[in-house]
Each structure stands twice: as structure tokens, then as C-alpha cells.
């Protein structure tokens, strides 16, 4: 089946330093990619929306300069987290929709943890 | 406001048994909703989808159930089994939004025990 994969599953960066996570569709095309972030024991957040081609749309109360989201290709989409702090430490999950099958098939990546230190 | 609330007590059972997870939601118009299931430090993986106009859903050992009067939906798991011992999100996807956004509860998490 579909598969989203992202990378890398676990990064430790240092504060004010930059971190990118790629996310990946595997065997279909992505128009429309989905970033969450997720902190423990609290549900996934959506904080934007990647469309190829376009800029993305974000959530309110999420800061566009600080997490920039690129999805250059059908492919692949990814989330630069600039000038990292701690508080940023934290799960972020993609998902893409298959525009092959029903409009209700979204796929999830597996996840990245990110620690600023 | 807008709430989407799973019990976030964890839910013990013994093996065997039929596990009911609980999704309630406050001033939303869903299109449909979702059940995903979550392993630590995994991302969700989807299990079933019900549509407002739906009542229930079944697959294999899993049955959801849908009341829009109610604004709750009911996740079942029959015969469980300690390896269905997991975190289980339920989402709702509104009919504003391009039906692309997914809402979140917390989940809750389920131990089965042998």
C-alpha cells in the first residue's frame, strides 16, 4: 500500500541552530501534504498545509518564518524548523493524501522527534 | 468552542473482552470520522472511516459507530487481544476545509491484559 516515509526519525539539534525533516510519499504522488506537531501525551496539531507548487497555508498561531515548509516536488515535502529552541523540542508527524484513491485516504509518516538542546 | 474529547484515562481490559473507546465532539459539523491507532513514538495508522450519514462500520474486529445526534462516536474491539494495547486517536474532518483537515482528540490508551 501507500506509504509516507519521513527523515530523520530523531534529530538533536542545538538552540538557535536550524533542522530540516523531509517527508516523503513513496509509490504515489502528493499534491497536498500535512505537517502536525505532537507533544507527549496530547493529540497531533495541524500546523500547515504544503501544496506543490505553492506556498504553504498555516494554522493559526504558527509562525511561518520559523517553521518554513517547502514542497518543491509531487514527492517530497519538507519542514525547516529556523533558529530552534527548546521549546520547539517536540514529535512532528506528515501526511499525504493518495489522489488515486478514495478522498478520504490520508497516509501517515512515521514521525520525527526533535530535540534542541 | 470547538472540542473533540477522548477519556484520557488509560482503558484496562482483560483479554477476550470487548473494548469500547469513547469520541465526543462540541460545535463541530463532521463530514465524517476517523479512528487511528498510535504506538509510542510511532505515527498514527488508520483503522476506520464513518460518514455522517452512516451509522456503523465494521472491520474484522472492529466496529465504530456514529451518532450525529449524540455528536459521539463509539470505537469497539472485540476479542481484544494484548496486542491491540495502543493509543487510539479518533479525528473528524469537517465539511469546511477542503475535507483535507484533520481534528484530533488526544486519544486514549488501551491496555489489554493477558
Known amino acids: 500500500g501507500a506509504v509516507v516515509s519521513q527523515h530523520p526519525s530523531r534529530v538533536i539539534c542545538k538552540s538557535g541552530t536550524s533542522v530540516k525533516i523531509e517527508c516523503r510519499s513513496l509509490?504515489?504522488?502528493?499534491?497536498?501534504m500535512f505537517w502536525y506537531r505532537q507533544f507527549p501525551k496530547q493529540s497531533l496539531m495541524l500546523m500547515a498545509t504544503?501544496?506543490?507548487?505553492?506556498?504553504?497555508?498555516?494554522e493559526q498561531g504558527v509562525e511561518k518564518d520559523k517553521f518554513l515548509i517547502n514542497h518543491a516536488s509531487l514527492t517530497l515535502s519538507t519542514l525547516t524548523v529556523t533558529s530552534a529552541h527548546p521549546e520547539d523540542s517536540s514529535f512532528y508527524i506528515c501526511?499525504?493524501?493518495?489522489?488515486?484513491?478514495?478522498?478520504?485516504?490520508?497516509?501517515f509518516g512515521e514521525g520525527s522527534w526533535l530535540t534542541v538542546v | 468552542s470547538q472540542k473533540i474529547e477522548q477519556n484520557s484515562e488509560a482503558l484496562n481490559i482483560q483479554e477476550g473482552k470487548t473494548a469500547t473507546l469513547t469520541c465526543n465532539y462540541t460545535?463541530?459539523?463532521?463530514?465524517?470520522l476517523q479512528w487511528y491507532r498510535q504506538d509510542p513514538g510511532r505515527g498514527p495508522v488508520f483503522l476506520l472511516l464513518?460518514?455522517?450519514?452512516?451509522k456503523e462500520k465494521r472491520k474484522e474486529r472492529l466496529k465504530v459507530t456514529f451518532d450525529t445526534t449524540l455528536k459521539q462516536s463509539l470505537f469497539h474491539i472485540t476479542a481484544s487481544q494484548p496486542a491491540d494495547s495502543a493509543t487510539y486517536l479518533c479525528?473528524?474532518?469537517?465539511?469546511?476545509?477542503?475535507?483535507?483537515?484533520?481534528?484530533f482528540g488526544a486519544g486514549t490508551r488501551l491496555a489489554v491484559h493477558p
Open positions: 501526511s499525504a493524501r493518495d489522489p488515486g484513491t478514495a478522498a478520504d485516504t490520508i497516509y
Open positions: 509509490d504515489f504522488q502528493a499534491t497536498t
Open positions: 504544503s501544496n506543490e507548487g505553492s506556498k504553504a497555508t498555516y
Open positions: 460545535n463541530y459539523s463532521p463530514a465524517y
Open positions: 464513518i460518514r455522517e450519514n452512516e
Open positions: 479525528a473528524l474532518v469537517p465539511f469546511s476545509g477542503g475535507y483535507n483537515k484533520l481534528i
